[in-house]
Each structure stands twice: as structure tokens, then as C-alpha cells.
């Protein structure tokens, strides 16, 4: 089975096709504005991950009397080096650690079904600018 999918990417000009490869655990339903899901993109086998650096917060912790921490992403592994016509699926944490990638996806606002369990995504987010 192929873990890519292909997605039309249109602006004034011209079309082109953009693969997107999942490389998150997890296959990911991605819905419209309405929440009906659109197409669902197979997990690719290869897995994307991020390093989390925890560093204590003291003045947190005494104010609240609960522990508290601050977290800052760390190394990213897994991850692909760019390649024309291809898109990366990735977690929310993986994309927020690369900014300087545009080449990364993560899923959007999650869509909860009727009975509260999540469905899929609403569209996907990414760091901005063009591949």
C-alpha cells in the first residue's frame, strides 16, 4: 500500500500534484470545514519524533504548590530531508520544532464525533511560506 497520498495544490497559475507522506504512528483522517472527513493518509512505516527538554520552574512550583515545568523541543529524528513535490505528515511538537521547514504538515483542530471520540483533523497546519 502506498503511505502517500496525492493532493491537488492549485494557485492562479497552474495545478501540480503534492505527495504527502504520514510519518506519525497513526493513519490520519483529515475533514472538511463541515468536520465530514475528506481522505484519510496511511501511516508511512518511518516515524518522525522530537526530543523534549524539561527544565523545573521554581517560582511556578512554590506559587502553586503543584510541580511545574517548562518544555522546550529538543532533537528532531526521523525526519527526511526536503524533497521537491513532497510534504511530510508530522505531530504538532515535530512541525513547532523545525519552523524553518516547509516541508512539514501537522493535523489541524481535532473532530470529535458524536460521541466525543476524535474522528480526525479539521484541514492540516503548516509552517507557512511554500514548499
Same mark, same amino acid.
Given at each position: 500500500m502506498n503511505a502517500s497520498r496525492k493532493w491537488l495544490r492549485s494557485n492562479s *497559475?497552474?495545478?501540480d500534484t503534492m505527495n504527502i507522506r504520514n510519518l506519525t504512528p497513526h493513519a490520519v483522517t483529515v475533514c472538511g470545514g =463541515? %468536520?465530514?472527513p475528506l481522505q484519510t493518509i496511511q501511516p508511512s512505516g518511518q516515524v518522525a519524533r522530537v526530543s523534549m527538554a524539561t527544565? /523545573? =520552574?521554581t517560582e511556578l512550583t512554590l506559587a502553586t504548590g503543584l510541580p511545574v515545568v517548562t518544555v522546550k523541543p529538543g532533537q528532531v529524528t526521523g525526519l527526511p530531508d526536503p524533497q @521537491? %513535490? !513532497?510534504m511530510l505528515l508530522v505531530s504538532m511538537a515535530v512541525r !513547532? @520544532? &523545525? /519552523?524553518? *521547514? *516547509?516541508? &512539514?504538515l501537522s493535523p489541524g483542530e481535532l473532530v470529535r464525533g458524536a460521541d466525543g471520540q476524535p474522528v480526525g483533523c479539521r484541514g492540516l &497546519? %503548516?509552517?507557512g511560506g511554500a514548499a
Open positions: *497559475r497552474h495545478h =463541515d %468536520g465530514k527544565t /523545573p =520552574d @521537491a %513535490g !513532497v !513547532v @520544532a &523545525v /519552523p524553518h *521547514r *516547509r516541508d &512539514v &497546519v %503548516g509552517n
